[in-house]
């Protein structure tokens, strides 16, 4: 298990600003002063993988919680984004410029604090900053990673000012769990500041940082952009792109772009995909008596009930529950409401009709993952059949399940705690994982067709 308590760590070299020419010069030159010490004690480079993590920015962030921006935090300041700040510094009676600047920055933290005391921000809009923290939130988690594996990692940090080009950092540390004699296994870090823009251009460059013959991953921290330029080029490069959908901005339209580019065969994972194993085991074993088996056959109506704010978990879980079923998506409507209804009809393989939920509930009391699962329902109209299962969040409850009284014939399981289902382990868990989970691609690709009706 991984921990953010990390172990001590040996500091070889405290971040130093360096000229990106200069970079694994800087790196070497570290090294080579360590070693050269009297005490006795060597270091060694990153031998795992290179891990570069694409951090965002606060500015798209705050310009979302206070209703100034709908569109992707992906770092790059677009049209959307442009017109976005443009607002915002006509509202606050600064110079209109369309760039942020500190200035614009300050006050908008100012006055989403000021939101936040006052209760004028819902649970959802809050997220909206707290998904993607200015103060490099994912560094932590870098730490504990490192600790366990040290490896090479390289942070990109787009801002969305102007374009000055790209300033660098680097540093280096040696946890001391990480030793064999008098030999510390150490991490390197390399920090890079600009611009989406200016990122993009040294884009070469930064696939040059990997360390060569080393597995190289990707944390996306941000709304996939396929068409940007640096993601590409990284993504071509790396052993898997990690991104975490519970974080997207607009879940539907982001998975769109996960299912279109497993079509193109990137490797993909989600971290928001391991929230929902206890989900899956539970369901499984639901079915593993063989009276209950052979029924299973006969679903046909489905109820998903989740946190309101992202279906990401949701659409995956129905996708992963009609790909092991073999049902064909043939209809999808969204009726909205104060559930935020969503519907899809499904063919099953004898041709029966199946319906689908999905609903979002709104909470008073939030969980710390946008969109988690609360309760489940797989029934069917032929009152005869075994199959009906309830699974319910340990936290949360059936709720309008058990308010309907129509789980009182089924049976009914309770999800227990998944605190071990957090951000850190899930990405620890992943840069221990080798090639793709099929079982994560057959469900996106049902979940991409399910999708896909949006626009039909």
Not at 407 to 420: F, G, P, Y
């Amino acid at each position: 298990m991984m921990t953010t308590d990390t172990p001590p760590l040996v500091s070889l070299q405290a971040p130093k600003d360096v000229s990106i020419d200069e970079l694994e010069t800087s790196l070497t030159n570290i090294w080579q002063t360590y070693n050269n010490k009297d005490d006795g004690l060597a270091a060694t480079r990153a031998t795992t993988f290179t891990f570069i993590v694409y951090e965002t920015e606060g500015t798209q962030q705050l310009l979302t919680a206070l209703g100034y921006y709908s569109g992707p935090i992906d770092g790059i300041a677009g049209p959307r984004t442009v017109l976005a700040i443009k607002a915002a510094q006509k509202a606050y009676g600064l110079e209109i410029t369309g760039k942020s600047n500190q200035q614009l920055l300050t006050k908008l933290q100012e006055t989403y604090a000021q939101a936040i005391a006052e209760g004028r921000l819902t649970n959802a809009e809050e997220k909206a900053v707290q998904m993607y923290p200015s103060d490099l939130e994912g560094a932590g988690l870098a730490d504990a990673i490192a600790a366990v594996n040290p490896c090479r990692i390289i942070t990109l940090c787009p801002t969305v000012g102007e374009d000055e080009g790209v300033t660098a950092q680097v540093s280096a540390y040696c946890p001391i769990n990480k030793r064999s004699q008098q030999t510390l296994i150490c991490c390197e870090y390399i920090t890079l500041r600009g611009t989406a823009e200016a990122l993009d251009r040294i884009g070469g460059m930064i696939s040059e940082l990997a360390i060569t013959e080393l597995p190289k991953y990707i944390w996306w921290k941000a709304s996939p952009e396929p068409e940007y330029g640096l993601f590409k080029r990284l993504a071509a490069q790396s052993d898997s792109v990690i991104i975490d959908s519970s974080t997207f901005t607009n879940p539907e339209t982001d998975l769109l772009k996960i299912g279109e580019m497993l079509e193109k065969k990137m490797p993909m994972a989600d971290l928001n995909w391991g929230r929902l194993a206890a989900w899956q085991e539970l369901t499984a074993e639901a079915f593993d008596a063989p009276e209950r088996r052979s029924a299973i056959g006969e679903i046909d109506r489905v109820v998903i009930d989740y946190e309101k704010g992202n279906p990401a978990q949701a659409w995956m879980f129905l996708g992963w529950v009609a790909s092991r079923l073999k049902w064909l998506p043939v209809a999808y409507k969204q009726e909205g409401g104060d559930y935020d209804l969503r519907r899809v009809t499904f063919m099953s393989p004898d041709k029966r009709t199946v319906e689908a939920e999905l609903a979002a509930i709104p909470l008073e009391d939030y969980g710390d993952i946008a969109g988690d699962l609360i309760s489940i329902k797989l029934s069917s109209t032929n009152l005869q059949a075994d199959c009906c299962t309830v699974l319910c969040s340990e936290t949360k409850g059936c709720m309008r399940m058990e308010a309907s009284g129509g789980a009182q014939s089924c049976r009914i399981e309770q999800v227990t705690s998944l605190a071990d289902q957090n951000t850190e382990q899930l990405l620890g868990q992943q840069l221990r994982r080798w090639g793709q989970d099929h079982l994560y691609q057959e469900t996106m690709e049902l979940t991409y067709k399910i999708l896909k009706l949006l626009n039909t």
